[in-house]
């Protein structure tokens, strides 16, 4: 009963260079969303996906790329990292498609620091 | 535009003390539902409460009790007798209910620090 996961749980960069952080999920949900969490920010949506192959930007997707070819995978890419995207980053997934008001579960986080 | 407010940036109790950390939101949808997160050291998000549009009860559940008012556009969040295990990160989020596209986004607040001292 693993859940929600997300690798690697701690990660250093150099600026300018490609990174990806999975998330990975086991209980067919369909919607899945990447979050990062900066102090004096709370939690600001980066990406979400509604299903396989159905993507959406959310308040601060500049720089990043995400792909869904599976429903239970949802990575996240940072296509030349930068420091400004030093962060602690949450993946979360929520089980009942079209409907609003349930809640989303949570991955236990990925922390980057880009140098 | 959807916001959530969590003007306590921190508060500090000492131990047995009631504790109020307050959320105040904007949304132009008549129907929308609110969470409560704690964020404990460890750093995973757990799930608290949450709360539909609706419904305006306050609910109890243990120590824990939620005071939604949509007079003033208020979810705020109280501890009775505060425990040093409470001593988190709160955050209070938002998330508008769009049937027909409804995806779900929780709009966060900026999260409530408390520091529950023995």
């Known amino acids: 009963d693993a859940g929600i996961t997300q690798s690697p749980r701690y990660k250093i960069t150099e600026t300018g260079r490609q990174v990806t952080l999975m998330c990975h999920q086991t209980?067919?949900?369909?919607?899945m969303f990447w979050y990062r969490q900066d102090l004096g920010h709370g939690l600001r949506l980066i990406y979400y996906s509604a299903a396989a192959d159905i993507t959406d930007k959310g308040e601060v997707p500049d720089g990043y790329v995400v792909s869904r070819s599976k429903t239970e995978n949802f990575p996240l890419t940072l296509e030349s990292a930068t420091r400004s995207q030093t962060s602690v980053y949450f993946c979360?997934?929520?089980?009942?498609?079209?409907?609003?008001?349930?809640?989303?579960?949570f991955g236990p986080g990925t922390r980057l620091t880009v140098t | 535009a959807q916001k959530v407010t969590q003007a306590q940036t921190e508060i500090s109790v000492v131990e047995k003390e009631d504790v109020t950390l307050d959320c105040v939101y904007e949304?132009?949808?008549?129907?929308?539902?609110l969470f409560w997160y704690k964020q404990p050291p460890s750093g995973e998000l757990v799930f608290l409460i949450r709360?539909?549009?609706?419904?305006?009860q306050n609910e109890i559940s243990g120590r824990y009790s939620w005071n939604f008012q949509k007079s003033t556009s208020s979810f705020n969040f109280t501890i009775t007798a505060s425990q040093v295990v409470d001593s988190a990160v709160y955050f209070c989020?938002?998330?508008?209910?769009?049937?027909?596209?409804?995806?779900?986004?929780?709009?966060f607040g900026t999260g409530t620090l408390l520091a529950v001292q023995p």
């Open positions: 949304t132009r949808d008549t129907t929308y539902y």
């Open positions: 989020a938002l998330s508008e209910a769009n049937y027909g596209g409804a995806t779900n986004k929780l709009i």
């Open positions: 709360r539909n549009s609706f419904d305006e």
């Open positions: 979360a997934s929520t089980p009942l498609p079209g409907l609003a008001g349930y809640e989303q579960y």
């Open positions: 209980w067919s949900h369909s919607y």
